[in-house]
């Protein structure tokens, strides 16, 4: 049983990180129809730059606002003055996204060095707490807090804000947002920057547990993307079911059969894709 | 009958230019330009999707690691095996794309891209962990070259890049026939509207079924050729540098053209060459070389070029800084990716 339990907050703080991560693809996604291959990278950035601002100020929580911040920046210059260049030509624009990953990365190695390495967890945070019997890592937690407080606030933002109602009504009806005087294009970059910057978010979270290193950018990158395609791109349902069911499988499977960790993750996105290729909760294209 | 000919005396020089290359250059260039024939080769499996049916796909390392990966363990299990070995592997790779494409072909534009990505992600995984068959990240090492022939030996670098410049042109007159064939038009036909040739009575499922199986057996062969070059298969054949970079020479050279991934693939390797006595940060260069092509010369450097200077040279220099008009529906083959945000 406890075992059981363990297993469990393991991965629904693993799905929290996930959420984090898709839910920046997912909104890009879902405005311009643009999928950032490059969004691996952004977490790589935040994570990196989160590494350097906690080494030099020794503040976890200002690390986790400047790898936002940088990993929003890249997110504007990719949008900004790269993508915006070849609007419209969705599979241009993806492999645009596609060169800025091996660039993005390659820098890392450049500045960083390609020693695997880990961000140090938040002073507070370090140790394990007892639930009833039950010893779990505090910093798991906190994740999984921060994660269900982003997600209520996205939530709130797009249901219940003007911003979130233009948003969806770009979404919806991009034309029509425009005609009624909505600036689409400044939206755009926002959007952008915002969904970046939620990804360097997650890079800086889950740096403690899942480690700063080389290739990361691809292997987040390919679990956001067996996420979106599992739980339906451009749909912020999707993004956090999706990660539940990614998270439960990746996890369990790791647990229970190690040697086919591969399999457990990819065979359900197989199934999926080949019941319903828009995912369980995506819009239909 | 003009294009028929000037394709034919291309094709002759082609052969001639591939005749002459062991006499001009030494056998480390030679070595650079039959790797470029063996990447070209996956590059055209690549083309055969981007440029006949629209689909881009960043995973075609998958049937090349495939191919190379059984050629070395059948080779392991039967000693002295060859033209057996050949079959092997490429019958691994035409088994994958009979098992990948189901999947892979219900999945338009950038699911497709990413669908391929995955399934090259998922190989490569199970190459690096699959110590026991696979070897790990050790790979295979030590697969040597069979005599196909009795008494012909492949072992020299100019009698290997003779083996592999007779594949290759085999595979370019299979590739030409193929594309050219009745077949190979209801593909374009696909490429440009799928609903109107269904609506033509196509089964436009099994003509994109075939076409991914064939990109598989094209991109199997080059893994075969891959694999008796290097003789180590190992996972970093399915990496996706090897997939992307096949794919830019496919968009390097104008999807769809014959030998587009040709010029593509040696223009790639040359400049990998040269960059390599620069610095050790290819990857860089590479992405640089994707953002670039993407913006600047979307429809391949090759033809970008061409149309400048046929713009150029027709409309004289009054309208030499007039915006190029967009390409006709006629020679779009890269219409692909301007599929707006309606579909």
Known sequence: MEFWIIQSLNALS????????????????????????????????????????????????????????AAGAVGFVLQRFLLQRIYGRRLLQVLLTFGCMFILGDLAIIIWGADPTTLRKPEGLTGAVDLGGIIFPKYRLFVIAVGITIGIALW???????????????????QMARAVGINVPALFTVVFILGTALTGLSGVLGGPFVGVYPGVDLEVLLLAVVVIIVG???????????????????????????ELAMFTIFAPMAIILAVKPTGLWGRVL | MSHKARSLAFLIALLCGLSVLPL??????????????????????ANLLLGYLGLASVGQAAFFGVASYAV?????????????????????????????????????????????????????????????????DDGLPGLARPDLIPGVSLDGPVSYYVFV?????LVVGAFRLFVNSPFGLVLKGIR???????????????????????????????????AYYYGCPNPADFSLIHSSSALLMVILGGPGALLGPLAGSLIIVFVREFVSNVTDRWLIVLGFAYVCTVLFFPDGLIGTIGRWWREKSSRGRSHATAPLPERSQEESSTEFVSAGKSN
């Not at chain 2, 269904?198 to 893994?223: C, D, Q």
Request: aromatic share 14%; glycine share 12%; proline share 1%.
């Open chain 1, 14 to 69: 693993f799905a929290m990180l996930l959420f984090l991560l898709c839910a920046g693809l997912s909104l890009i996604f879902g405005l311009m129809n643009i999928l950032n291959l490059a969004h691996g990278s952004c977490y790589l950035v935040g994570a990196y730059t989160a590494l350097s601002v906690i080494a030099w100020s020794d503040n976890f929580f200002l690390g986790l606002v400047s790898g936002s911040v």
């Open chain 2, 192 to 226: 440009d509207s799928d609903s109107r040739m269904r609506a033509l009575g196509y089964n436009v499922w099994l003509y994109k079924y075939i076409a991914f199986t064939a990109s598989a057996l094209i991109g199997g062969i080059s893994g075969v050729l891959h």
């Open chain 2, 72 to 136: 070395a363990i059948y080779t392991r299990s039967a000693e002295g095996a060859a033209w057996s070995a050949i079959a092997v592997g490429l019958l691994a790779a035409v088994a994958a794309g009979l098992v990948f494409g189901p999947l892979a072909i219900r999945t338009r534009d950038i699911f497709f891209l990413v669908i391929m990505l995955a399934f090259c992600q998922i190989l490569y995984g199970v190459t690096y962990s699959w110590r026991s068959v696979t070897g790990g």
């Open chain 1, 156 to 174: 709130l933002f797009q249901e219940k804000t003007k911003w979130g109602a233009i948003l969806r009504a770009g979404v919806d009806d991009e």
């Open chain 1, 232 to 258: 339906g791109l451009g749909s912020m349902k999707g993004a956090f079911f999706g990660s539940l069911i990614v998270a439960s499988l990746d996890n369990f499977g790791k647990a229970l059969f190690p």
């Open chain 2, 24 to 45: 001009i250059l030494s056998t480390y260039y030679l070595g650079l330009v039959t790797g470029a024939l063996i990447l070209a080769i996956l590059a055209m499996s």
């Open chain 2, 165 to 169: 410049a007779v594949v290759f042109l």
